[in-house]
């Protein structure tokens, strides 16, 4: 087994500099594929990240996604809408896949011909929650945003200014007409609630990066959930040291490390010089974020200082690496 797992991030880092890279960091990744509405891009996509964990299981494995729902102007949805979606997962599934995922479209984009956004908890959803039950199948969700989305962007300190003054129809600040945090969280705490026997994932903590204390609100209450750590790094370690290292100690083994780097050209088609930087790059980063959680006193994340956590060693076991192997099962 190797040492760390990357349990959420989107790299196609195929080729020699890539393997290399993953065997210099000893370190397997979860390629998640994120379903947008350009089915043919996600897809191919997913392909990629598919033909990745069947040539290096080692190192690669991958989690599947699947189309939103389409409507009739009469409101109605599309017929056999959970039958075809299951077709495809048994298809992905079968072909390797050890979860599945739902984007942040349901719950922020998706408007039903009753003006009403679709959000996860929809019943239309229940016939693909029971089958991913039955298999033993890990569902990942990334429902909602940070609490910064909904709030001014008046802070060049805040971790998410950047991602929002660059993705403004992201920023949901002064919109009356979408959903809030809380209506999305609360649909999202239902959904989980409401299906005990399907395993979750909570990606990016779950949107709720702002406290460990509103996180822990939710593993004490769902056994079946755990949250992934992917580009909340900062919002943990901006947080009181102490807090943070006895929310991780305390829940050591529903705690999943992951960077959610986008790459998604795989590097094979890339000239050498671009591999070559990418590569020194991608592996900086990753040695940053896993050291951050081991590490005693200060050091550098993005462009901050922050301290690291300090994790006793049997802790960093679980949290970078094997707590994955717990919560999707096959990886
Ligand atoms: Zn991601």
Same mark, same amino acid.
């Given at each position: 087994?190797?040492?760390?797992?990357?349990?959420?991030?989107?790299?196609?880092?195929?080729?020699?500099?890539?393997?290399?890279?993953?065997?210099?960091?000893?370190?397997?990744?979860?390629?998640?594929?994120?379903?947008?509405?350009?089915?043919?891009?996600?897809?191919?996509?997913?392909a990629?990240f598919r033909s990745?964990a069947?040539?290096?299981?080692?190192? /690669?494995?991958w989690?599947? @996604? /699947?189309?939103?729902? =389409?409507?009739?102007? *009469? &409101?109605?949805?599309?017929?056999?809408?959970?039958?075809?979606?299951?077709?495809?997962?048994?298809?992905?599934?079968?072909a @390797?896949?050890?979860?599945?995922?739902?984007?942040?479209?349901? #719950?922020?984009?998706?408007?039903?011909?009753?003006?009403?956004?679709?959000?996860? +908890?929809?019943?239309?959803?229940?016939?693909?929650?029971?089958?991913?039950?039955?298999? &033993? =199948?890990?569902?990942?969700?990334?429902? &909602?945003?940070?609490?910064?989305?909904?709030?001014?962007?008046? *802070?060049?300190?805040?971790?998410?200014?950047?991602?929002?003054?660059?993705?403004?129809?992201?920023?949901?600040?002064? %919109?009356?007409?979408?959903?809030?945090? @809380?209506?999305?969280? $609360?649909?999202?705490?239902?959904?989980?609630? #409401?299906?005990?026997?399907?395993?979750?994932? &909570?990606?990016?903590?779950?949107?709720?990066?702002?406290?460990?204390?509103?996180?822990?609100? %939710?593993?004490?209450?769902?056994?079946? /959930?755990?949250?992934?750590?992917?580009?909340?790094?900062? $919002?943990?370690?901006?947080?009181? =040291?102490?807090?943070?290292?006895?929310?991780?100690?305390?829940?050591?083994?529903?705690?999943? /490390?992951?960077?959610?780097?986008?790459?998604?050209?795989?590097?094979?088609?890339?000239?050498?010089?671009?591999?070559?930087?990418?590569?020194?790059? =991608?592996?900086?980063?990753?040695?940053?974020?896993?050291?951050?959680?081991?590490?005693?006193?200060?050091?550098?994340?993005?462009?901050?200082?922050?301290?690291?956590?300090?994790?006793?060693?049997?802790?960093?076991? +679980?949290?970078?690496?094997?707590?994955?192997? %717990?919560?999707?099962? @096959?990886?």
């Amino acid at each position: 087994m190797t040492a760390h797992i990357d349990a959420h991030l989107h790299l196609s880092c195929d080729g020699d500099v890539g393997l290399q890279m993953l065997a210099d960091l000893d370190l397997k990744l979860l390629n998640i594929s994120v379903p947008q509405p350009d089915r043919q891009k996600w897809r191919a996509r997913t392909a990629v990240f598919r033909s990745l964990a069947a040539r290096h299981p080692d190192r /690669f494995a991958w989690v599947a @996604g /699947f189309d939103l729902p =389409t409507f009739a102007a *009469d &409101g109605q949805p599309e017929r056999d809408y959970a039958e075809r979606v299951i077709a495809e997962l048994d298809a992905d599934l079968a072909a @390797g896949a050890v979860g599945v995922k739902i984007w942040k479209n349901v #719950g922020m984009e998706l408007i039903k011909p009753s003006g009403q956004y679709l959000m996860v +908890d929809d019943p239309i959803y229940d016939p693909i929650y029971d089958y991913l039950q039955t298999r &033993g =199948t890990t569902l990942v969700l990334h429902i &909602g945003e940070p609490r910064s989305c909904w709030r001014p962007l008046d *802070d060049p300190a805040d971790p998410h200014y950047g991602y929002y003054s660059r993705n403004p129809q992201w920023h949901m600040y002064g %919109r009356q007409d979408v959903p809030s945090h @809380g209506d999305i969280i $609360d649909a999202r705490d239902r959904m989980v609630a #409401g299906h005990p026997g399907l395993r979750v994932i &909570g990606a990016h903590l779950a949107s709720l990066e702002y406290d460990v204390d509103a996180v822990a609100q %939710r593993l004490e209450e769902f056994p079946n /959930f755990a949250v992934d750590t992917s580009a909340r790094l900062l $919002d943990l370690a901006l947080q009181d =040291t102490t807090r943070v290292r006895a929310f991780v100690e305390h829940y050591r083994e529903r705690i999943l /490390f992951g960077t959610d780097i986008v790459d998604a050209t795989p590097w094979s088609t890339l000239p050498a010089a671009d591999v070559a930087a990418r590569a020194r790059l =991608t592996q900086d980063r990753i040695a940053s974020e896993l050291a951050w959680y081991g590490k005693a006193g200060d050091m550098q994340i993005r462009d901050r200082t922050v301290q690291g956590l300090q994790l006793p060693a049997d802790v960093l076991d +679980d949290v970078l690496g094997r707590n994955a192997e %717990r919560w999707y099962p @096959g990886l």
